[in-house]
């Protein structure tokens, strides 16, 4: 990573400073952000006045459609294929959501398995809510919305994962608080990356 790109990174991190709220789609401008996200994905943190995560948002450019995009997405049962650590997924669709049960294998200090059920609800101009139905973590959710951009979309994925609500990794937490920042940025960079890839390898 560039000292620039850091540096953007972090000031947008310090403008979201504070409570936390959705991040404007509509009032970033496109274009630099495809700039921005040509070779890789741009972190937002937004957090609470006490500095705790709230949210965090990858913004990545993907050199495709926003359909094309979308259908990856959206193709839960394709997951342990190509999504990191997810092992298995179980997908009930219903006309007014989609549940999502999977099953997560980390690789940490110990090899881990986490699972939880997410439902997915969507909202329409390809912007898909989700939320925690149950698991092994307190609370989990978030959205991602695709914009079209020229020939390329631009993918906004955001995600709030309770990581402190994980037996193994409460008394990291406890010691170093600032590690949930770096899980939250990275949790969300990395699933950006990986349907970047997916899309634009299929």
Known sequence: ???????????AS??????ARALD???LDQRTIATLTADGPLVVLAGDDDGRLEMAIAV??????PQAVWDALADFESYPEWMPQTRA??????DDAVTVAYTLQFELVISKKVQYTLEFHDRGDHRMEYSLVEGDV???????EIRPYG?????????YYDYASMRMLRPFLKQQPSLELALGASGVAVVARAAKQRVEGS
């Open 89 to 94: 997924t179980d997908v009930t669709r219903t």
């Open 25 to 27: 789609v509509s009032s």
């Open 1 to 11: 990573m560039t000292a620039a790109r850091a540096a953007l990174i972090l000031a």
């Open 138 to 144: 307190s609370r989990n959710e978030g959205y991602w």
């Open 151 to 159: 020939d390329q979309s631009i993918l906004y994925y955001a995600n």
């Open 14 to 19: 310090l403008v979201l400073a504070g409570p």
């Open 60 to 65: 990545i450019a993907i050199d495709a459609p």
